[in-house]
């Protein structure tokens, strides 16, 4: 006699059964969905800004103003009480010296710490050592956008851009940019700013 015949009723009745069953019935137990199954309630998250420096020669121009000053000050406060007085008020020179080091690696410091990035909407300035102070500009709000140069700057081939806004704390400068950056950027920021006013 064989087993498992069409007549046995309950090896037909377990292999209908079987048969009944969809995919879903078989696979096993359904596992909770995992964090990349779920989506995220805080959404996409919010892409960081690309930043960009000033170039060098705004350091090397004022690091230059500063032995400039700051030497003839070393030899006024060195020489002249030295001469009219006597040689150990030549030590005088010793504040102006400290003062010098102190101010050519704060403005090293200084110069690392100014940066700008261009975002969709705005326009971001960061800057500062000991307190440092982010401006957000947006490009709807802004009504001037003007590059300007001055003799000494124009001396190591410098430019900065000031932008001008409906509110005045939102006014801010970016300086010692190269002439080419600093034109480009006015054009960059006043065709966007004209596109934000229009409402495009």
């Given amino acids: 006699m ?3 015949s069409p007549d046995d009723p309950g090896t037909a009745g377990a292999t209908r ?3 009944r069953a969809g995919p879903a019935d078989q696979a096993g137990p359904v596992l909770p969905a995992g964090p990349a199954d779920q989506a995220d309630p805080a959404g996409p998250a919010r892409e960081e800004p690309v ?4 170039p060098p020669g705004l350091l ?11 030497g003839l000050l070393t030899l006024a406060a060195g020489v002249l009480p030295a001469l009219f007085l006597a040689p150990s008020w030549a030590a005088l020179a010793l504040l102006p ?6 101010g050519w690696v704060m403005l ?12 969709a909407d705005d326009l971001l300035i960061s800057r500062g050592v000991l307190w440092q102070e982010e401006t957000v500009v947006p490009y709807g709000r802004m009504q001037l956008v003007e590059v300007t140069s001055g003799p000494v700057e124009r001396h190591f081939g410098l430019a900065s851009v000031q932008l001008h806004t409906a509110a005045a704390a939102t006014d801010a400068t970016i300086p010692g940019l190269d002439p080419a950056e ?3 950027l006015r054009d960059r ?3 966007l700013g004209e596109a934000r006013s229009a409402g495009l």
């Fill in 182 to 184: 600093a034109e480009r």
């Fill in 17 to 19: 059964a079987a048969d």
């Fill in 51 to 54: 930043w960009t420096g000033l």
């Fill in 97 to 102: 010296l400290a003062l010098l080091a102190w």
């Fill in 108 to 119: 090293g410091r200084n110069w690392r710490s100014w940066r700008y990035a261009e975002r």
């Fill in 189 to 191: 920021l006043t065709e």
């Fill in 2 to 4: 064989e087993t498992g």
């Fill in 60 to 70: 090397r121009m004022r690091r230059l103003l500063l032995v400039v000053w700051l």
